[in-house]
Structure formats: structure tokens, C-alpha cells
């Protein structure tokens, strides 16, 4: 079976994560920037352990300095994404990286994206995230140039980054200023670290989708409480594997979280990084979890329905994951 033509929705992917190898290594040479230590000798980006996979994100966003850089990646981006059967996406992307937290230079780039997607046939949501090593006061005033400029593309505001930095209470003013200007939430949590962060994010950051949140697992009251909620997680099980969160993917809990009546989604996370791709995320769910066309269907109608988009565009992609 390939299911490279099956319609997708992806609610989970980063922008700078997406980056294919070539282009990162494309922009450092037209730029004189050196990248030393970011690829290996094939070519791929190189890290250890998640703490180095975090490193060489950072180091590979050095290249990526203006709009006209950021609306070329969106572009490669949503050119893998319509290649992969996705339909409808929505891509998180660190203000951070895009001057710095500054709001005129982020509504520069943030227009410069849109314009790539725009020109795309997969329908685009972006979600701004904070990065939470950067701390409380980055992620205030990154969910401040969110707040600014939301609506139109940019609907939601989440979370990455290292998950056992400070707690999720420390980042509620930033969650609770995107929820005032209407954004859509979700958070990185239950991926490196155990249930409890999710229960401190459910706690105090209030949000709809868990990004991960596989690690829930661990404790049946939890998952009660992510069913009983329809909280739905964004699950990357290709990222979890790489990142070693399970040993390999037979491992992987996914089953073992829906039939705890937990709503989940698939998504790839940062694809090159990991070695996937949503074709290839669906493959290993059809031969290693038994997943079928209406599992597919199901879950992409799940990520519809929690998807952070107008209700005519929901209403109209819904119709596309109809069972088959
Ligand atoms: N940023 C990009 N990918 C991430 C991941 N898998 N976990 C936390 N932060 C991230
Ligand atoms: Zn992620």
C-alpha cells in the first residue's frame, strides 16, 4: 500500500526543523556563514542526543536572516508537504529567529511567509512558538509579537524546546496573553519529560493539543483526563523513535493511547532531522501498528476537528477525511 496519496493533515511541524540539508547548506554558502558541526559527513544534520538535537536547530537557524530567506523555506517546505498528500498543515515558527522579538521586523517576515504560503495549494495555519530554554520573559514577549499580529494566517501560539527547563507555570502569562487575542494553544510536554508535565500544562497553560504528550502513557488517571477533556495530542512517532523517547517503533505507544479513548493526530516534528516524512510515518503505522484507511481517516478528522482554522475551512476539509 503507498499512501503517498492518501489526503493528510499535519498540526505539528516546525518551519526551521522542516528545513531540508540542502537548503540550510545552500543559504550558509551564498552567506559566507560557516556551519561547522551542524552536518555530518553524508550531508545530514548531526546530533547525539536531544540537548544536541536543540544545538544544531539553533545553529542551523543562523543562516536563515530575512524575510525573503524565510518566505524561500516556506515555500521548500509546502512543496514537501503537497508532495506528501498533506492538505492542510500548520507550521510553528520561532519570532525569535526573525528579529529577535522585534514587531516591525516580525510583521516583515511574518508577510514573507505568508506570501509563500498563499502560493501553495495546501492550506496553511502557522502557530508562533516560544522556545522554553530561552526562558519566561523571551516567551512574554514572543507571544506579545503573536498577540500583535494574530489572525488571517497566524492562529495559534504553543511551546518547544527543553522540557525539563524551569515549569510549565513560570510560561502562563505568555499562554494566557495569546489566549486574550484569540489564539489557539499547544504545548510541547510528555515527550522528554514524564506525566507530570502534562498535568502542569493542562494546569496552567489551559491549552487544547498537547504537542507529543505520548509519555501520558505512564499514568491511567492522566489519560482519563486527556479522554475525559478531548484533549487531542499531536503524536510525531518517527521524532520519538529517532529521539529515543521508545527504542524502536514497535515500542511506541500509540495504540495503547487510543484505545485509552485519547484523541491523537500524526505529524513529523522536524522530518529531516528525524529521517521522515508523513508518506513514511503512515507506512510504519500501517505494517508495524496495524493502522488501515480509516484509522487514517480518523485521526486526520480528529486533527480537523482541533485544528486551528476558520469554521468554513474546517467544515470543507472535513469532507475530504470521510470514511472510506
Ligand atoms: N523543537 C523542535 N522540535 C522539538 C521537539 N521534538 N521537542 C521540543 N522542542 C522542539
Ligand atoms: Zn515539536
Request: proline share 6%.
Amino acid at each position: 500500500m503507498n499512501w503517498k496519496d492518501t489526503p493528510k493533515t499535519e498540526l505539528h511541524l516546525h518551519l526551521e526543523g522542516a528545513a531540508p540539508p540542502a537548503f540550510i547548506r545552500q543559504l550558509a554558502q551564498e552567506k559566507s556563514v560557516s556551519m561547522d558541526g551542524v552536518f555530518d559527513r553524508n550531508g545530514d544534520y548531526q546530533w547525539a542526543d536531544f540537548l544536541a538535537f536543540l544545538a544544531t536547530y539553533e545553529a542551523a537557524c543562523e543562516v536563515l536572516k530575512s524575510p525573503g530567506d524565510y518566505q524561500r523555506l516556506v515555500a521548500a517546505v509546502l512543496e514537501k508537504s503537497a508532495q506528501t498528500g498533506v492538505v492542510y498543515t500548520e507550521i510553528s515558527v520561532c519570532p525569535d529567529f526573525c528579529g529577535g522579538g522585534d514587531l516591525g521586523a516580525w510583521r516583515e517576515y511574518f508577510d514573507a511567509m505568508c506570501q509563500a504560503a498563499d502560493a501553495s495549494p495546501v492550506e496553511t495555519r502557522f502557530t508562533v512558538t516560544a522556545v522554553r530554554h530561552f526562558g519566561p520573559e523571551q516567551a512574554r514577549i514572543t507571544s506579545a509579537v503573536a498577540a500583535q499580529t494574530a489572525g488571517h494566517m497566524l492562529t495559534g501560539f504553543g511551546m518547544g524546546g527543553d522540557e525539563n527547563f524551569m515549569n510549565p507555570a513560570d510560561f502562563a502569562y505568555a499562554f494566557d496573553q495569546a489566549r486574550e487575542a484569540g489564539l489557539g494553544l499547544t504545548s510541547h510536554a510528555g515527550e522528554i519529560a514524564g506525566p507530570q508535565s502534562v498535568i502542569d500544562t493542562l494546569d496552567h497553560l489551559k491549552v487544547s493539543r498537547i504537542g507529543h504528550g505520548v509519555r501520558s502513557i505512564e499514568d491511567p488517571a492522566l489519560l482519563a483526563r486527556l479522554a475525559d477533556q478531548g484533549i487531542v495530542l499531536e503524536v510525531n512517532p518517527g521524532s520519538n523513535v529517532a529521539l529515543s523517547v521508545y527504542p524502536d517503533w514497535p515500542s511506541h505507544p500509540i495504540n495503547a493511547l487510543r484505545d485509552a479513548g485519547v484523541k491523537l493526530s500524526v505529524s513529523t516534528d522536524d522530518p529531516p532531522y528525524f529521517h521522515t516524512d508523513m508518506v513514511a510515518e503512515y507506512d510504519h503505522l500501517h505494517r508495524i501498528h496495524g493502522w488501515g484507511a480509516s484509522d487514517f481517516a480518523a485521526s486526520n478528522r480528529i486533527a480537523m476537528q482541533a485544528a486551528f482554522c476558520d469554521e468554513p475551512t474546517r467544515t470543507r476539509l472535513l469532507t475530504t477525511f470521510q470514511e472510506p
